[in-house]
């Protein structure tokens, strides 16, 4: 099992900026892709940007040129900078990590393990 805990939600203005932090801890030797996702009520779960352990990423439409994802193996840490917030990427977003694999058009099997999320919200 792996755990994952999220940090670094806030409230902040359009225009503005964050950094959310995850760190894994348990079996990480089987997690090869990890993501962040995104969940608001009444919608459907997104993918927001998924990056494998070898450094392939891929990032939804909706977040290009304004989200990067990061990752650094060593210390079982994830990261996402996101910039230009607006209102709606207000959501409740969560780190998660599997076995799976990352291409630059897809991902599959990064969510088998979550965090509890961290709440992103945008005014």
């Known amino acids: 099992h792996v755990q994952l805990v999220e940090s670094g939600g806030a409230s902040v203005q359009a225009g503005g900026s964050l950094r959310l932090s995850c760190v894994a801890s348990g079996y990480t030797y089987s997690v090869n892709c990890m993501g962040w996702f995104r969940q608001t009520p009444g919608k459907q779960r997104e993918g927001v940007a998924v990056?494998?352990?070898?450094?392939?990423?891929k990032h939804a439409d909706f977040v290009k040129g304004r989200f990067t994802i990061s990752r650094d193996n060593a210390r079982n840490n994830l990261s996402l900078l996101m910039a230009a917030l607006q209102p709606e990427d207000t959501a409740l977003y969560y780190c998660a990590a599997g076995p799976g694999w990352v291409s630059g058009t897809a991902f599959f099997g990064c969510d088998d393990f979550r965090g509890q999320g961290t709440q992103v919200t945008v005014s």
């Open positions: 990056i494998a352990r070898g450094g392939t990423t």
